[in-house]
């Protein structure tokens, strides 16, 4: 099977389109405390529904190593209580911060929740003062996924097939050379 893999990026925090929750039972809130297990509760539990693979195999030690960098950091989206999802945030080497993962827990699908949560991502990444924020989504993730993205105001600058699994390394995608000047 053959994937299609869009990189997106915005370069400007005036460029967000919010979408915000009109239900007050929704909340993101930053895991300030690093905890291994949560990292690897909410990649399982958000990703068994698109195929993410990459870090399924991972041992303690290796989960521990990921969610412990520094340049990492994670929020998580609940309702009511209950987890309804989470994003991950990675600062690049080229002052740069990528979405890492993003996304919601099956029960809260549907419900209008994806473009207020990437809002939050958005809104914490550029809270940073980065000179860029990115992320890349595939053909095996929410068939939404790509729609709010450039709904919320981020721009396609490169996309690129490759074979199920995709094999490309969440952090390193660099910025193309002929993009415009910062």
């Not at 400007?12 to 930053?30: G, M, T, V, W």
């Not at 209950?82 to 911060?97: I, K, M, Q, T, W």
């Not at 990115?134 to 709010?148: F, G, K, R, S």
């Not at 699994?165 to 993009?179: L, Q």
């Amino acid at each position: 099977m053959i994937v299609t893999v869009t990189h997106l990026e915005m370069l400007s925090a005036s460029e967000i389109l919010p979408r915000y929750a009109a239900d007050p039972a929704f909340s993101i809130n930053e895991a300030t405390i690093k905890q291994w297990q949560v990292n690897k509760f909410f990649y399982s539990f958000v990703g068994e529904s698109w195929s993410w693979w990459e870090k399924l195999s991972w041992n303690c030690a290796q989960w521990q190593a990921y969610a412990h960098d520094n340049r990492l950091r994670t929020w998580i989206a609940s309702y009511a209580g209950s987890p309804a999802g989470y994003f991950e945030l990675r600062c690049d080497e080229e002052n740069g911060v990528e979405i890492s993962y993003l996304g919601l827990t099956s029960s809260f699908i549907g419900h209008g929740l994806g473009g207020p949560l990437l809002t939050g991502a958005l809104l914490a990444a550029w809270a940073e003062h980065p000179k860029r924020v990115w992320v890349h989504t595939c053909t095996l993730d929410h068939p939404a996924a790509l729609a709010n993205y450039l709904a919320r105001g981020m721009k396609i600058f490169r996309t690129e097939l490759q074979n199920d699994p995709p094999k490309y390394s969440s952090s390193s995608v660099p910025r193309p050379k002929s993009a415009p000047p910062q």
